[in-house]
C-alpha cells in the first residue's frame, strides 16, 4: 500500500530530459503525467485550452496555513475553477515529511478545509516539483491555454505567515490571471515564491 | 593614504582593461570601476555605523530579560548603559536558537523571511534598518537558504533628537515577528522592551553586551576596499563577477542582496588567481530583464566585503 506512492507520479520522461535545463516564464511549461487523490491520472497537455494553475501545498506549513485557515486559498480555488481554470494542488512534501500526505489523508484535508481544487496531485517521490523547480509552499504557477508559462512565484506580495496581511497584500495570481484572460500581459510574471521550503526526498 | 588608494584604482584596473581590449569589452568596464568606487565611498558612510561608538569604555549593567520563542530566545540589548540627550545609539536583536535552528538574511534565499520590527519609540527617537551580519549558506537540498544558526546580534542603530531630561527614562519597545526554521518552520513574535535612563554624561559600554556587539561588528560586510577592481558581466544564462584584488582565495562565494538574481542553490565556479577572484553565478529562472546592478555581499575567509556593480550587458550574439 505505502509502496504503491511512491510510484504513483508518472512523468513523461521526454518532457524530463529534454526540458531538465529551466521551467522560464514565456517558454513552454514541461509536460507531465501525475494521478490525483481519486487515483485519477491528469496529464497537462490534455488542458490545452484552459489555463492551469499549480499550487505547491504543504498542510503543516505555516505560509500554507496563513492561506487555508483564512479561507484565501480556498476562495480562491472556487472563484478560479468557475471561471474556467484547471487548478492542481501538488503535494511534493516526502514520506515522513511535513506535509506528507496519503490520498485518503487528503481527501479527508479538502473536505474539512472546503477546498475546491480541479484536483490534488501526489507527488511523494517529489518528481513533478523538481520538473518545475518548486521551491516552496505555496509556490504558485500558471500555464496559459496555449500551454506556456505565464507565471512562476508567490502567491501574493506579504511574504508573512500571519493572515492578517491578506486583507491588503495583492494577489499576484488573481491579477495574472485577470490580466491573461483579457488578452493582457501579465505585469508581475515572476516574484520570490515565499514560503516553507519544499520538503522533498534528501 | 587616501590619495595613494585612489592612485591605485586606475593602476590595477589598467591590467584589467589591457585584458578586456583584447576582449573587446574594455570601454564597458572603465566606466564600471569608475562608478565602483565612488559608490564605495558612499556605501563607506553609511556601513560605519557601527564603528560610531567605538570608542566607549566597558562597564557593568543589568542584562534586558530574554523573551521565548520556538526553539530559542530573542532579546533587544543595547550597547550602552544609557541614553544621551540628542545622541544615537546601537541597540540589538539577540537570538538564541537551538541547535539546527536558524531565522533569515535580508535576503533570505529559496524559502523563508527575515525577522521584522514594528517599534514603539519616545518622541525624538528614531530606528534604523537592521543591519545584517555576514549570512551563513543553509542548504537544503535542492534549496539554499541565506541565515544565521545557533547565536546572533542583529545591530541597528537608533537616531535621537530627543532631550530626555537626566534621570528620566525611556523605554524603546518593538514587536518582533520571525520564522524560525529547521526542516520545518515556526513563526514567531515577541514583544521586546528596553528601558534606558538618561544622562547628559557619555554613556558606558555595557560589560555583558560588549562582546556580542563587537562580534556583531566583525561580522559586518565592509565596504570592498578603494583598490579592489569589481566588475559584472552578463553571459547570457549566467553573471560573470571578477574582483582583482591583492587578498584573492578560492574560498569565496557572493549572496545577492536581492532575491530572483541568481540561482541560490547552483554551484558558483570560481576561477581564482593570486590577484583575481572570478564566480560564475547561475543566473535565476525567474530574472526575466537583464540586471543593470549585481547587488550583494562577497564572503571570504577574512570576512564579507559588499558588492555593488553594473553589469555590463552581454555580448550581441546570445544563446540561450
Redesign the interface.
Known sequence: MKRGFAGIVTLVVMALSILALAVRVGEPAPNFTATDSNGKPHTLSSYRGKFVVLEWHNQGCPYTKKHYESGNMERLQKEWTQKGVVWFTVISSAPGTQGYVTAEQENDYMRRMNAAPTAALLDPTGDLGHLYDAKTTPHMFIISPDGVLIYDGAIDDKPTPDPADIATSRNYVSLALTEAMSGKPVDTPTSRPYGCSVKYAH | MAQRNRFLIPTSCLERQIKLVANFLSRTLTTTCRQLSGRLRRERVRVGLALVLAGMTASVSAGEPSVAIPHGTVELMSEQQSIQPGQPLVLGLHFRLEPGWHIYWINPG????PPRLEWRLPAGLRAGDIEWPEPHRLP????L?YGYEGEVLLPLRIENTAGLAPGKTATLAADM?A?V?R?????AKAQLSLVLSASAERPRKSAETAALFDAARKAMPKPAPANWCVAAKDLGDSFELTVHTAAASSQVWFAPLD??VIENAAPQKTVSSKTEIRLILRKS????KPLSRLHGVLVMPQGAYMIDAPVAPAPTKQFR
Open positions: 529559496d524559502s523563508g523571511e537544503i537540498p535542492p534549496l537558504d515577528k520564522i526554521c526542516e520545518v518552520c515556526v513563526p532575491p530572483l529562472d525567474q530574472l526575466l
